[in-house]
């Protein structure tokens, strides 16, 4: 176990160069003062180790001092090619490029983690984006990369959902992100970073100018605050529905998680009826109306008033395109059956757009 931490405190000096007690600390999972032990011993090895006190401080290796020993295990050589992403790597334009370290990885390999390696590749497959969804046009995605990787200032047409609808934004970009099979341009405009839709990017024009990288950005830390701080932001507004059990329960599957979420937090304990009444978080009223459809005869909307009005236009609406173009047979007691929008009418349920 502590070979293991010293090689790992090795590479992590090897391969990002001065770091404090602390970050050390934090990245192996032990102790400040496990640490200060472990980089004596180190030392007392003959590893060239040394350490630069004071506020910008902290231990590195000798210049030019590399080791080849990495100590590579077999979980380690099968998750290295798990974690390939082909597809993703194609779309960046890099798949041949991926293609073409993994079979070096391959041959360096001795022959039981190769074929540990291989084992990995054969039962285990990863595929990113959510059910139903086609992949986006990402025509300008390389160019994206390309900014990013040469950190080079970027100029794009944009298409966004407010008007102006389209606008021309001359950007620094920081990173690149796949989510859920979705491409996001991390930069920064003016004093503000914020994510990109890639496939809302109209043009794009490299420019000669260098982007600014501030110096203690992370790109996978602001992710996970950006991505929360937008799913806490989004959701502007909230609907009181009245909804069977049954209802709530299909939320999980057919609806955004933090509403699904937030449903289920807030629901009141079901009648003799089976119906419950709980708060569903929407970003506005024809958001609500959209979603809130997906749930059919079994939902209905007691509050904001506006949105009950919607659902209300909806029913006339549909009443007066299948009621009063009912046939003599849609009508009859052994196929119809009463409901809240009118006798034999059904909301089509198995559609989730």
């Known amino acids: 176990m502590r070979a293991s931490r010293l090689l790992s405190l090795l590479l992590l000096l090897q391969n990002r160069g001065r770091m404090t007690a602390h970050e050390l600390a934090a990245e192996l999972e032990v102790s400040v003062r496990t640490v200060y032990r472990d980089v004596e011993s180190l030392g007392a090895s003959g590893v060239p180790v040394y350490a630069d006190r004071g506020p910008a401080g902290g231990y590195q290796l000798l210049d030019g001092y590399r080791t080849r020993l990495t100590g590579l295990t077999g979980d380690e050589a099968g998750t290295l090619f798990l974690a390939g992403m082909p597809g993703p790597a194609a779309e960046l334009g890099l798949g041949s490029v991926l293609a073409a370290a993994e079979l070096k990885l391959r041959a360096s390999l001795p022959g039981e983690l190769a074929d540990r390696a291989d084992r990995v590749r ?45 606008v021309t934004r001359t950007l620094s970009p920081l990173g690149v992100v796949l989510k859920a099979g979705r491409w996001y341009l991390v930069a920064g405009f003016k ?23 501030p110096a203690d950005f992370d790109l996978a830390r602001f992710w996970q605050e950006w991505t929360e701080q937008y799913e806490r932001g989004v959701y502007r507004a909230q609907a009181t529905v009245r909804m069977t059990t049954e209802a709530l329960n299909r939320m999980a599957y057919v609806f955004p998680p933090e509403m699904a979420r937030t449903a289920r937090a807030c629901a009141g304990p079901a009648g003799d009826d089976g119906w419950l009444t709980t708060t569903v978080p929407i970003e506005s009223v024809r958001h609500g109306h959209i979603e809130l459809l997906k749930l059919g005869a079994e939902a209905e909307v007691l509050d904001p008033p506006e949105l009950r009005e919607c659902f209300a236009e909806t029913a006339r609406g549909l009443s007066r395109t299948y009621l009063s173009t009912a046939t003599p047979s849609s009508s009859s007691s052994d196929s119809a059956e009463p409901g809240p929008l009118g006798p034999g009418l059904r909301v089509d349920q198995s559609s989730d757009e």
Request: cysteine-free.
């Open 122 to 166: 054969e039962r285990f497959h990863l595929d990113a984006p959510g059910w139903f969804r086609a992949d986006e046009p990402t025509p300008h995605l390389a160019t994206v990369a390309d900014a990013v990787w040469r950190a080079r200032m970027i100029e794009v047409r944009y298409r966004r959902w407010k008007a102006p609808r389209e």
């Open 191 to 213: 004093e503000r970073v914020t994510a990109y839709r890639v496939v809302n990017i109209l043009d794009a024009e490299l420019l000669d100018e260098p982007a600014h990288r």
